[in-house]
Nanobody
Framework: QVQLVESGGGLVQAGGSLRLSCAASGRTVSRYTMGWFRQAPGKEREFVAQIKWNGNKDYGDSVKGRFTISRDNAKNTVSLEMNSLKPDDTAIYYC???????????WGQGTQVTVSS
């Protein structure tokens, strides 16, 4: 059974930084594509970043240059370093894992990030 547990969310001022972490069980993060998504109130879920099994990384346009995704194979975790945060980054952030190549099929419960102006 695959479980993803996010942590690290919180309240931060604009311009600040936060680091989110996703602990995986039942799945080796280095063998699958792992991603981060976010959803703000009243908005659709938005792709943030992903790291593929081969280490290749992709980012959503709104976070390029500010966010960095990484993984720790020894700890079996995936992290999202968020810098230069803006109020528009306020959302619930979800960790997800993709079994095949099409859709993400495992999701965490989410962690709230709030950026104050």
């Amino acid at each position: 059974q695959v479980q993803l547990v996010e942590s690290g969310g919180g309240l931060v001022q604009a311009g600040g930084s936060l680091r989110l972490s996703c602990a995986a069980s039942g799945r080796t993060v280095s063998r699958y594509t792992m991603g981060w998504f976010r959803q703000a109130p009243g908005k659709e879920r938005e792709f943030v970043a992903q790291i593929k099994w081969n280490g290749n990384k992709d980012y959503g346009d709104s976070v390029k240059g500010r966010f960095t995704i990484s993984r720790d194979n020894a700890k079996n975790t995936v992290s999202l370093e968020m810098n230069s945060l803006k109020p528009d980054d306020t959302a619930i952030y979800y960790c997800a894992s993709k079994t095949g190549t099409l859709t993400y099929d495992y999701w965490g419960q989410g962690t709230q990030v709030t950026v104050s102006s």
